[in-house]
């Protein structure tokens, strides 16, 4: 059975910074790309990036870009993002994705 | 970047009539490999998205054939036939032929 698990998710200052973690199981993680994607309190989706199997490629949304860096580790079967000077407005509900196949997500609230 | 309109935002619906739901792209969503990377979601309350149609018109695994997806280049429509009280929620259309990805603002189904 395919799982995905995010974690690391918190309050977080404006500027400030966070990482969240997506554990995979059930499948052999490297074989696939994978995507982030979040949702604001009360709105819509909004797809973040995505990343190619070895880590070597990645795609990024205009609004999140040079801000947030999407790696991965398959040794841990592990899908990372990387926030960087977070703002009001990525306060959201994060999840990682394998195409039909999405974790819990993990809250991110930026507030000080 | 491209835009999907939704329509309608809401749609009331008895149990047991068909609804329909309208997903226009701001362009043409046929890749340059022929494919057409056009997916439809379903979020009931409290859960992540759940896949129900990729390609356009493919159902993925599990998912009833009440759900009929269809449409070309930029028009496409969701069917969904005898409406159950499992299929109520808000339904997302989603493109990935155009980087970057993007979702439509979404359709509530609801009981009329």
């Known amino acids: 059975e395919v799982q995905l698990v995010e974690s690391g998710g918190s309050l977080v200052q404006p500027g400030g910074s966070l990482k969240l973690s997506c554990v995979a199981s059930?499948?052999?993680?490297?074989?696939?790309?994978m995507d982030w994607v979040r949702q604001t309190p009360g709105k819509s989706l909004e797809w973040i990036g995505e990343?190619?199997?070895?880590?070597?490629?990645?795609n990024y949304a205009p609004s999140i870009k040079d801000r947030f860096t999407i790696s991965r580790d398959n040794a841990k079967s592990t899908l990372y993002l990387q926030m960087s000077n977070v703002k009001s407005d990525d306060t959201a509900i994060y999840y990682c994705?394998?195409?039909?196949?999405w974790g819990q997500g993990t809250l991110v609230t930026v507030s000080s | 970047d491209v835009v999907l309109t939704q329509t309608p935002v809401a749609q009331p619906v008895t149990l047991g009539d068909q609804a329909s739901i309208s997903c226009r792209s701001s362009?043409?969503?046929?890749?340059?490999?022929?494919?057409?990377?056009l997916e439809w979601y379903l979020q009931k309350p409290g859960q992540s998205p759940q896949l129900l149609i990729y390609?356009?018109?493919n159902r993925f695994s599990g998912v009833p054939d009440r759900f009929i997806g269809s449409g070309s280049g930029s028009d496409f429509t969701l069917k969904i036939s005898r409406v159950e009280p499992e299929d109520l929620g808000v339904y997302y259309c989603?493109?990935?032929?155009?980087?970057?990805?993007?979702f439509g603002s979404g359709t509530k189904l609801e009981i009329k």
């Open positions: 994705t394998r195409g039909a196949y």
């Open positions: 059930g499948f052999t993680f490297s074989n696939y790309w």
């Open positions: 990343i190619n199997t070895d880590g070597s490629k990645t």
């Open positions: 362009q043409s969503l046929v890749h340059s490999n022929g494919n057409t990377y």
């Open positions: 390609k356009v018109s």
């Open positions: 989603f493109q990935a032929t155009h980087d970057p990805f993007t």
